[in-house]
């Protein structure tokens, strides 16, 4: 079993920056992918950014420009940075992992979330 523990959200103004961090530990044999989503109260959970093993990186138009997603393999952990917030950034963000367990089998784990809150 894979855990993934977020960290770093918090309360800034518009035009403000914040990083997350997110670090992953457990019976992981590889990490096909990872990625960052949001959930605003009363919205669908939405996809913001991902990053494949190779170092791929696909994020939401809403946010491309301002955010970047990265990794540090050695960590085991996965970066959001996050650059002129908007309001409409507010949401809990959560870290999702798409991995092979040692067992050799293909799962998948979201973290407990961690609240960005970006006022005006």
């Known amino acids: 079993q894979v855990q993934l523990v977020e960290s770093g959200g918090g309360l800034v103004q518009a035009g403000g920056s914040l990083r997350l961090s997110c670090a992953a530990s457990g019976r992981i044999f590889s990490i096909n992918a990872m990625a960052w989503y949001r959930q605003a109260p009363g919205k669908q959970r939405e996809l913001v950014a991902k990053?494949?093993?190779?170092?791929?990186?696909g994020y939401a138009d809403s946010v491309k420009g301002r955010f970047t997603i990265s990794r540090d393999n050695a960590k085991n952990t996965v970066y959001l940075q996050m650059n002129s917030l908007k309001p409409e950034d507010t949401a809990v963000y959560y870290c999702?992992?798409?991995?092979?367990?040692?067992?050799?089998?293909?799962?998948?784990?979201w973290g407990q979330g961690t609240q960005v809150t970006v006022s005006s």
């Open positions: 990053i494949t093993s190779g170092g791929s990186t």
């Open positions: 999702y992992a798409d991995y092979y367990s040692t067992y050799k089998l293909r799962e998948d784990s």
